[in-house]
């Protein structure tokens, strides 16, 4: 009987260890000098085992708990399904994920891209090389997933956008409702460093997969995706761009973020 008590003893023990988890973390900034709301998802992690890593981005308005209820909702399952360690950070509603040129605590650039992998790196048993870290988002997280990922390129080795908002000069009334003017300044002067367009020379050499979608009714989105991967195209830059029936709606970014999550996997295991 009291071998018994041991054994059982012996297995509660390991359980807490191993078992899948849900983490509500608050991660400190240095160059913000503020905590950030962040969600880390891990599988059930085995003793000396390490796990590719996802940075997931949400869209404007948007948070993290709202991505594993509403816009992801399998994200959990997928994580145990993977054996992928997810991070999801607080992109404080309309940050747009830049190190803002007019708003001091609104670096998310440099927090995503460096402060925050060097966390996870530090704190979760994750594969620290770029072969087997990837980021994504949808929206203004599409447009901060390309930015931050192709920024930080000896970093990520995959990228993916979801119906992303990937050209502010054709945003229109958008520029303005969605509140990219509050971090980035008056379109007309804005820094070109924070166009998408910017970015593609950089892309031509990263050594890193990309992959953009987006919906066919979205009306806002579609044309500056096309162009993007007409862009893309015309450089000889290799890239998986899709469309399907949708809007810009969850509807629309569940099942796309779901594909997309199942092309990383692949891309990890590779």
Not at 72 to 99: F, R
Not at 129 to 142: E, L, N, P, T
Not at 204 to 212: C, D, S, T
């Amino acid at each position: 009987m009291k071998k018994l008590i041991n054994i059982v003893f012996v297995l509660a023990a390991f359980i807490p260890l191993s078992a899948q988890k849900i983490i509500h973390q608050e991660i400190f900034s240095p160059k913000m000098n503020k905590k950030i709301k962040t969600v880390i998802i891990t599988p059930n992690l085995q003793p000396n085992m390490k796990y590719p890593s996802v940075y997931i981005l949400h869209g404007f308005s948007g948070n993290p708990d709202r991505i594993i209820k509403q816009d992801i909702p399998d994200l959990v399952k997928k994580a145990q399904e993977y054996k992928i360690i997810y991070v999801l950070p607080d992109g404080n509603y309309g940050s747009w994920y830049v190190d803002s040129p007019i708003v001091k605590e609104s670096q998310y650039q440099t927090f995503i891209g460096k402060e925050l992998v060097e966390f996870i790196d530090k704190n979760y048993p994750v594969k620290a090389d770029k072969k087997f870290r990837g980021i994504m988002g949808w929206s203004m997280g599409g447009y901060g997933a390309t930015n931050i990922g192709v920024t930080y390129n000896k970093t990520f080795g995959i990228v993916g956008s979801s119906c992303g908002a990937l050209d502010f000069n054709s945003f229109g009334e958008g520029y303005q409702k969605y509140m990219v003017n509050k971090v980035l300044g008056p379109l007309e002067s804005i820094n070109p460093n924070f166009l998408t367009d910017s970015k593609i020379k950089l892309m031509a050499g990263a050594e890193q997969q990309y992959i953009f979608d987006c919906g066919t009714e979205d009306t806002q989105m579609i044309n500056m995706n096309r162009n993007f991967h007409k862009k893309l195209t015309e450089m000889k830059i290799q890239h998986l761009y899709t469309e399907s029936l949708g809007g810009h709606v969850p509807e629309y970014w569940s099942r796309s973020l779901s594909e997309q999550l199942s092309l990383f996997d692949r891309f990890f295991k590779q």
